[in-house]
Structure formats: C-alpha cells, structure tokens
C-alpha cells in the first residue's frame, strides 16, 4: 500500500520537478528563513519556539468561542490522560502563554519576540490556504505607543521590500478601546436590526455572538446592507482617534502607502486599536499575505500583568508563492566546489580522506563511491553543478600530481597534491 500525505499539507522538497510547485523548493524556504532571520535581528525581535500543541482552552479564550478559526478550524484532540489538546492555529496566544508562565516580564530590555513555525486549521484546502501552513510572527510586548504599532508594520513592509515584493496594498482600521467599541456595537446593531431577515445564515449567528465580525462577511447581499452601516471611525473615543491619528502620521513619513479600510476587524477576538492587513494584487481570494494589530488586554485576560501588545503574522507559503508570480530572483543553488572522482580502490581511500579533509577545512566537495566508470562520474558532477572536477588515479597517486578541470571552462590545470587546499581557497 502506498500513503499519499493528508488533504491540505503537502511536503518542502530539495528539489520540486513541477515547475507550478518551484515556492516549495527547500532552498527558497531557506532563503525566505535567512532574510527573516536578518530583518529580525536588526529590529530587536528575539526568536521564541514554543510546542505546536497546546491546552486547546488557551486558544478559545484567546481568539474567542465564536471566531472562524476557533468554531469551525481549530484541530483538537484528547491525549492518552483525556486532556484536551490543539494543534496551534496560531502562534500570538502560544506566545503570550509562554511569556507568562516564563516570568519573561521580569527580565530587563525590550519584549519583542519572533517565531517561525507550523500552524494547522482545518480549512478548505486551495491554492494559498493548506491545513498546516507556516508562519513567520512577531510580538512586541510592554508598549503601548503609536510607535510601536508602526516599527511592527513596518517590519513586514521592510520585510517584503527586501525580498522585493511590489504591488502591496496596506489597510489599516481601528477597532478602538473598549467604549468605542461597546458604542459602535450599540450602533451597528441598531442599524442591522431591521435587515435581520435578509443577512445571510453566518451573519445571523454573528449578529447574536459578535456583531462586528459580521463587517467581515464575504457575502454580497451582507455587502450591500454594510454599504450603508455606520462606520466605527465616527465612535472612536479621544484616546483611540488620536493613537490612530499618530499612526497615520507615522506611516506618511516612513512613506508606507495605506488605506483606511473601516470594515477592517479580523477574525479574532483578542484585537483592539490599530489592526492591519498587508496584501497583494494577484494571490486572487487568498491575497492576504501578513496581518496583525495591537491587542493590549490578552496577556491580563490569560493570567498575566496588565501589558499593552502588538504583532503579525505571515505566511510563508502565500509569501513564496507571490515572490514567484512577481518573478523575484532567488539565488542560485551553488554546487559543490570540487568533484572528485576516484579510478580503484587505491585511489578511493585516499579520495575519501582528502573528502574529509577538505570539508572539515570549509570547503564544499562531493565524491563518486560507485566505483563505476569515470563517465558515471563527470555525469554526476555535472548533474550536482560541480565547478571543478579531479579524477585521481594510480598515475596522480605515483607522480604526486593533479590535474583539476574547470567544468565550465574545460580548462585544466596541473598541480601537486600538496597544493590542493591552497589552489582550493584561490578559487572562492
Ligand atoms: P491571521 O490573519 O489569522 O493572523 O494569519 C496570519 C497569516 O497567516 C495570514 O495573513 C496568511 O498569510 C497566513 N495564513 C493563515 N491561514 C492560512 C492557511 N490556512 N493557509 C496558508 N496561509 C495561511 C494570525 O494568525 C495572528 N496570530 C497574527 C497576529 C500576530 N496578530 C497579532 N500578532
């Protein structure tokens, strides 16, 4: 019996012969990883790695009962002692959790951490929308200024610059404080009120349980009603309307093109202030690639001091696929450095030593064990995109010489042994 992997995941391979899958080429994760890894270190996030399971509980307090993720995606299970478990949906509530039981506000300097990872919702699979997918998130923790919000959008939008991404679209919204939310609620509510009937069956639940995110709704006949419904900017309080405003500002001088979106919430329960959503113009319905917001009462509401949040998310596989619709140049895969082919056993043993050697002095060289012809050989240095190829034999091994030959050039160049390492480091 043969097993194919499960429905909506799908594995990272060293090398993806169909040329529409080139995004999950492990060396283009690696890179992605790398640049990641660079921004992060220049803005102060430090990588935190928590499980990918977790007490299922931590997420529905976090995201809240009635969101998509929590409600229809989230994949729970009990474990041998019939604890209730759940792959991470997402990674902000993990973070959180961790700092917590870390006592990690006690320790001095900044809290800002990033994560690259797996997370799982039980989604319908498409293109851009898998079952596991991957992560790279950010979470500044202890600062509640204007500022904050914008190092951390600006951090993605560095982020995709630097990978060279164009065509982004920036949206942000406030979904306010506390009372500015319980005005619009009162508001929104009033408004819908007399079009319940015609709302569609997942806005009628959420009008019960979370009006706001009925904003959200993709259904055109929710759209048409929502043309017309107050807008959460006119309730904003004295405090949320000039953070937002300090937001604004700070995004015009950093020269971050954006767009107010009012209808902007997100689809879970733990935001409020700034939220925003990076997207691109051609990923088609799942165009969002990053998103994320301020969300100042989680780490109280989960047992922790009182500490004002803010962070995102991205994800790598909408990332990869949108560098390659926008034909980004990756690097090319480099090959090993020198090939080495051995002729008899004599030759073999002393190849293998030299292989050793010359690896442990940093250089990348690959070998022919098969001891089949020398053909077998010069196929597979070609094949691995070897610069330079030896095929020693009893003559090299008698005179004390080699003969190294340049693949590309077919230039070929004499030289003893002795001199192997020192010819080696010339050619970097
Ligand atoms: P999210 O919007 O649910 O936010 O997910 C963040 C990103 O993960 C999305 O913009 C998308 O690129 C990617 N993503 C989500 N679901 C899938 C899927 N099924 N397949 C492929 N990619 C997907 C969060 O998760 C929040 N924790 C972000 C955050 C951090 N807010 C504050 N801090």
Redesign the pocket.
Same mark, same amino acid.
């Given at each position: 019996m043969q097993y194919k992997s499960p429905k909506?995941v799908f594995d990272i391979l060293p090398y993806e012969a169909k040329t529409d899958n080139v995004w999950r080429q492990s060396d283009r994760w690696l890179y992605l990883e790398n640049i990641i890894r660079e921004c992060t270190r220049n803005y102060g996030y430090k990588e935190i790695r928590t499980p990918i399971f977790e007490t299922a509980d931590l997420f529905v307090r976090s995201s809240g009962e009635t969101s998509d /993720?929590i409600s229809k995606?989230m994949y729970t299970f009990v474990d041998k002692a019939n604890r209730p478990l759940a792959l991470r949906?997402?990674?902000?509530?993990a973070v959180i959790r961790s700092f917590i039981e870390n006592h990690l506000y006690q320790t001095s300097g900044l809290h800002k951490y990033f994560y690259i990872g797996p997370?799982f #919702?039980y989604?319908r699979?498409q293109a $851009?929308? +898998? @079952?596991q997918?991957?992560?790279f998130?950010?979470?500044a923790i202890g600062i509640g200024s204007p500022e904050q919000d914008v190092e951390t959008i600006e951090l993605l939008y560095y982020l995709y610059k630097k990978l060279g991404l164009s065509n982004l679209r920036v949206l942000i919204n406030t979904v306010g404080d506390c009372s500015t939310r319980q005005a619009y609620k009162h508001a929104l509510r009033e408004y819908l009120s007399p079009h319940f009937n015609s709302l569609s069956e997942d806005s009628q639940i959420r009008f019960e349980r979370n009006i706001l995110r009925i904003l959200d709704s993709k259904d055109p006949g929710d759209q048409k009603i929502l043309e017309k419904a107050p807008t959460i900017l006119n309730f904003l309080s004295e405090k949320s309307s000039k953070h937002f405003e300090r937001v604004q500002e700070l995004l015009k001088k950093q020269n971050i093109l954006f767009k107010v979106d009012p209808k902007l919430v #997100? $689809? =879970?329960d +733990? +935001?409020n202030e700034t939220v925003f959503? /990076?997207l691109s113009e051609k990923l088609g319905a799942?165009n969002?690639? *990053?998103? $994320?917001? #301020? +969300?100042d009462g989680l780490i109280q509401s989960l047992g922790g001091p009182s500490l004002p949040?803010? $962070?995102?998310?991205? *994800? =790598?596989? @909408?990332?990869l696929q949108i560098m390659e619709e926008q034909k980004v140049a990756f690097p090319q895969a480099v090959g090993p450095l020198l090939f080495l082919i051995p002729l008899g056993k004599v030759a073999l043993n002393t190849c293998f030593d030299y292989l050793c050697r010359l690896r442990h002095q940093g250089f990348y060289v690959e070998m022919d064990f098969s001891e089949k012809k020398i053909q077998y050989g010069f196929q597979m240095a070609s094949s691995l995109n070897a610069s330079y190829v030896a095929v020693i034999g009893d003559q090299e091994l008698s005179s004390g010489y080699l003969q190294i030959k340049n693949l590309s050039t077919r230039e070929s160049k004499t030289l003893p042994f002795t001199d192997l390492e020192k010819h080696l480091k010339g050619l970097l």
């Open positions: 909506g /993720i995606e949906p997402e990674g902000t509530a997370m #919702r989604e699979p $851009g929308r +898998y @079952r997918h991957h992560q998130g950010a979470e #997100r $689809g =879970l +733990y +935001y959503e /990076i799942q969002t690639i *990053g998103a $994320g917001g #301020r +969300y949040s803010v $962070g995102f998310a991205t *994800g =790598l596989e @909408r990332l």
